[in-house]
């Protein structure tokens, strides 16, 4: 059993900044692929970040050059550091790790991300 919760969204203007936090338990976090993903209103879930237990790195083309994933493994935690926020980017965020069987998948309860026009 693994738990995910996801802190640090709130209300930003655009152009803005917030920082997404994801801490992890129940698990060996350093063995995760992890990333983020977004859900909009009306939306289908969509992949955001992902960073895997190797350090490789993708991001969706619409946050590319904008977001940065990161993760601590001594503090069981995975980082979205969020630039130049647009309206766009208005969803709530979800942390996500697959088990490193690829087996399952464990997701957070989310954390919502307003960005004004």
């Known amino acids: 059993q693994v738990q995910l919760v996801e802190s640090g969204g709130g209300l930003v203007q655009a152009g803005g900044s917030l920082r997404l936090s994801c801490a992890a338990s129940?698990?060996?976090?350093?063995?995760?692929?992890m990333g983020w993903y977004r859900q909009a209103p009306g939306k289908q879930r969509e992949p955001v970040a992902r960073?895997?237990?190797?350090?490789?790195?993708n991001y969706a083309d619409s946050v590319k050059g904008r977001f940065t994933i990161s993760r601590d493994n001594a503090k069981n935690t995975m980082y979205l550091q969020m630039n130049s926020l647009k309206p766009e980017d208005t969803a709530v965020y979800y942390c996500?790790?697959?088990?490193?069987?690829?087996?399952?998948?464990?997701w957070g309860q989310g954390t919502q991300v307003t960005v004004s026009s």
């Open positions: 129940g698990s060996i976090f350093s063995s995760y692929s």
């Open positions: 960073i895997t237990s190797g350090g490789t790195i």
């Open positions: 996500n790790g697959v088990r490193p069987d690829g087996l399952y998948v464990y």
